[in-house]
């Protein structure tokens, strides 16, 4: 059974690889091929694409230079906060800024990495 609403969408943002670079980590992450921007893992969709709100002279999260759009599709909720967890540690194992922005970042590492961040 799935919940509903609460886990149904994440909105994560990365600053400090390239759009190529980050393709490649969430894929390394979740551990599928990557084949364009769109990763699925099971009916999880991540969309990786350039952030159309991006200001690199602002510290603030929501103007990072990647945004990836995390839809979950039927997963569970276990499915999905695992998916982001691993696409979270992953990028910060590599030395990349990360955090997400979702309902159940209480369920995340670090919060979501939120608290990483905050002046």
């Known amino acids: 059974m799935t919940d509903p609403g609460r886990y149904d969408y994440c909105g994560l943002f990365l600053r400090g690889a390239s759009h190529e670079a980050a393709i490649e980590l969430t ?34 999260f929501p103007t990072w230079p990647i ?22 540690t992953h990028a910060w194992q590599a030395g990349h800024d990360a955090v997400a922005a979702c309902d159940y970042e209480d369920e995340l590492p670090d919060h979501g990495g939120y608290p990483r961040y905050r002046d």
């Open 27 to 60: 894929a390394r992450a979740i551990g599928v091929t990557p084949d364009g921007c769109l990763l699925r893992v099971g009916t999880i969709e991540i969309e990786i694409r350039r952030n159309d709100n991006c200001a690199p002279d602002r510290a603030d």
């Open 67 to 88: 945004k990836m759009d995390i839809e979950r599709g039927n997963a569970t909720s276990g499915q999905v906060v695992e998916t982001v967890s691993k696409i979270l």
